[in-house]
Each structure stands twice: as structure tokens, then as C-alpha cells.
């Protein structure tokens, strides 16, 4: 397993643009499956975005395509989830979250939460009307 931490959560107002950031502690994080999930109150947590473990590949839950953008640095360990034009149904504690991949370069991701063993904290993000 992988320790994580998420950072770059915040209240923001309705349009504006928020980057979180998530760093993982481990010598090998290029062989990790990298997404980020969100939970609502009263809601089951969802998937936003996954980046397969070289970075090229990505997927994106309908809600947030096109407005969200996911990016991973293999040197500096890091996963970083750029959205932009907020609104309050984007409202969650947003969750990083890293899982066992295949071999070293695979353009292979997840969508699935199942398929990731570890994750961080969280980092609230509130959205203001």
C-alpha cells in the first residue's frame, strides 16, 4: 500500500477554478494506478478522473468532463486534478487514491474504486453559489 496525502482544498466561489494536488509516499509510484473519488453528504462516493500509470491515458465521470483535467508527475510522485468551473453539485471531500498496476509504462487506468487499495485522507472542497 501506498500513504497519500491531498492537498489544495478550500472554499471557492461558483466559476472559479481550484487544483488539488496528491503526493504519494513510495519508491515505485509509477507502477500505481492513480484516481480521484468524491463523496457528498448522504451520498455514496463516486469516481471523477483516472490517469493510467505513464500518464497518457485518462477517463473522466460524464459530470465532470471537460471541466476537469487529471495529470501525474512519475518523478515528483504527485496527481494533480485541475477543475474548473466549479459549481455547488461539485461540492465533496475528494479522496486520492492509488492501486496496483500492470507493468511499467501500461497506458492501463480505473474507473473502478475496487481496484484501488489505498487513500488519503481527503481534502474538502466547497463551492459557494
Known amino acids: 500500500q501506498v500513504q497519500l496525502v491531498e492537498t489544495g482544498g478550500g472554499l471557492v466561489q461558483a466559476g472559479a477554478s481550484r487544483r488539488l494536488s496528491c503526493t504519494a509516499s513510495?519508491?515505485?509510484?509509477?507502477?500505481?494506478?492513480m484516481g480521484w473519488f468524491r463523496q457528498s453528504p448522504g451520498k455514496e462516493r463516486e469516481f471523477v478522473a483516472a490517469?493510467?500509470?505513464?500518464?497518457?491515458?485518462?477517463a473522466y465521470a460524464d459530470s465532470v468532463k471537460g471541466r476537469f483535467t487529471i495529470s501525474r508527475d512519475n518523478i515528483k510522485n504527485t496527481v494533480e486534478l485541475q477543475m474548473n468551473s466549479l459549481s455547488p453539485e461539485d461540492t465533496a471531500l475528494y479522496y486520492c487514491?492509488?492501486?496496483?498496476?500492470?507493468?511499467?509504462?501500461?497506458?492501463?487506468?480505473?474507473?473502478?474504486?475496487?481496484?484501488?487499495?489505498?487513500w488519503g485522507p481527503g481534502t474538502q472542497v466547497t463551492v459557494s453559489s
Open positions: 487514491a492509488a492501486g496496483p498496476g500492470g507493468l511499467r509504462g501500461s497506458s492501463s487506468y480505473s474507473t473502478r474504486s475496487r481496484d484501488y487499495n489505498s
Open positions: 513510495t519508491r515505485t509510484f509509477s507502477l500505481f494506478l
Open positions: 490517469v493510467s500509470q505513464n500518464g497518457i491515458a485518462t
